[in-house]
């Protein structure tokens, strides 16, 4: 698994993504990698408001989409 160690790597490789995230070390991460079965990094799963998946890999679709498509 590709899961960050050291906080500097960690801060070095999330800074530029353009989405919100977890802190380095919190300690939702391990129950949230294992409820919605994260096995490498960077992972964007779209939930709803109920913390439901309605997909699963949206990482692409934020790194292929136009920044005025909606």
């Known amino acids: ?17 353009p989405w919100l995230g977890l802190p380095f070390n919190d300690e939702k991460i391990s129950s949230l990698k294992e409820f919605y079965d994260v096995r490498a990094i960077p992972k964007l799963i779209l939930i709803d408001n109920r913390g ?13 989409k136009q920044e005025d498509e909606t």
């Open 52 to 64: 439901e998946e309605v997909k699963n890999n949206c990482r692409d679709d934020v790194y292929t």
């Open 1 to 17: 698994m590709g899961f960050d160690k050291v906080k500097k790597d960690f801060d070095s490789f999330t800074k530029p993504m």
